[in-house]
């Protein structure tokens, strides 16, 4: 199996813990809510400019919103099969979907804690760790170029990912899974900030993500 399988797995098993009405990170939405979101995101392809084009996501949301409608079992078992053959996500499913499976699982560990309550994450291989290296490069070039700092994220062992924004320097480090959740604009995390307080405060408080 790849790493992103794997998550899969991994979060189906907390879904079916937790069950469909348990609370997550994004906002205003239940697990049923975000099993939903995941499956429509692989099964309905006409469902894919929503998530990134403001008009089209009436369209994605009412789909949404009618696969979540349905059966909890049948939502846990289509996104437990993965993609189907149909959808473009079959073929890069072990890229394109490592990331998106391993921070929602965290949205469901982490939902309903204070977002700045502290958090000890879950252990994570050195592999899956190396492999979120990427994603937190190429998020963090998305979320943070319009940072009110110039931010730079760091690994734990000090290896420098990227730098965004502009202004005064802030340093965030963390595991690359942290760093993958902070570029994804999740809390809570478990980083150090270090830069000059106003501007620390301003990257913690400022709007990350999609």
């Known amino acids: 199996m790849t790493?992103?399988?794997?998550e899969r797995a991994a979060l189906v098993d907390t879904l079916r813990s937790v069950g469909p009405d348990a609370p997550t990170l994004c906002e205003g939405w239940t697990t049923r809510d975000l099993v939903a979101h995941l499956v429509v995101r692989e099964r309905r392809p006409d469902t894919g400019?929503?998530?990134?084009?403001?008009?089209?996501a009436g369209h994605t949301e009412r789909v949404r919103a009618d696969a979540a409608a349905g059966s909890w079992q049948v939502l846990l078992d289509q996104l437990a099969s993965g993609p189907p053959t149909f959808s473009p996500?079959?073929?890069?499913?072990r890229w394109a979907n490592?990331?998106?499976?391993?921070?929602?699982?965290?949205?469901?560990?982490r939902g309903g804690t204070p977002r700045d309550a502290p958090w000890t994450p879950r252990p994570?291989?050195?592999e899956m760790q190396e492999a979120l290296v990427t994603p937190a490069k190429s998020m963090a070039k998305l979320t943070l170029k319009g940072s009110?700092?110039?931010v730079t994220l760091t690994t734990t062992d000090g290896r420098e990912l990227v730098t965004s924004g502009s202004g005064k320097p802030v340093v965030v480090t963390g595991t690359a899974g942290e760093l993958?959740?902070?570029a994804f604009g999740r809390a809570p995390l478990d980083v150090t900030?270090?830069?000059?307080?106003?501007?620390v405060s301003a990257v913690m408080s400022a709007k990350r993500g999609f």
Do not use: N, T, W
């Not at 400019?49 to 089209?56: A, T």
């Open 180 to 182: 993958v959740l902070f």
């Open 98 to 109: 490592l990331a998106e499976m391993f921070v929602h699982h965290e949205d469901v560990l």
């Open 148 to 150: 009110p700092a110039s």
């Open 89 to 93: 996500f079959k073929l890069v499913d």
């Open 124 to 126: 994570l291989s050195a």
């Open 49 to 56: 400019p929503g998530f990134m084009i403001k008009q089209f």
């Open 193 to 199: 900030y270090e830069g000059d307080g106003d501007s």
């Open 3 to 6: 790493l992103a399988q794997d």
